[in-house]
């Protein structure tokens, strides 16, 4: 396809939109940053991840998670009632400073 200009667009798959979208991401450089390093119209490329999703029907991907107990590591109970809940290790000295 060539335009008015005489220069040749490049016409990407949307596996190679999907590589250079996270090729960008793992790269931590801006987008201009990138479009500009790779040859790629900014305008362009900003439109890669809408267009990507609407291509695969979904935005979402199923995401499993093994059933975790989450019990507090430890547990305060102040006389007037309230309770605090830690998930983490906490020292002694900070939990004698909740008076």
Request: proline fraction near 4%.
């Amino acid at each position: 396809m060539e335009s008015e200009n005489n220069v040749v667009k490049k016409g990407r798959s949307r596996q190679e939109k999907e590589r250079l979208i996270a090729q960008w991401k793992e790269s931590g450089k801006t987008r201009k940053a990138f479009c500009l390093e790779y040859g790629i119209n900014y305008g362009t490329f900003a439109t890669w991840p809408r267009e990507c999703k609407a291509q695969t029907g979904s935005a979402f991907k199923e995401v499993k998670l093994e059933q975790a107990v989450h019990m507090p590591f430890a547990q305060v109970n102040f006389p007037n009632g309230i309770r605090m809940d830690f998930f983490q290790p906490v020292s002694s000295e900070f939990l004698r400073s909740l008076k």
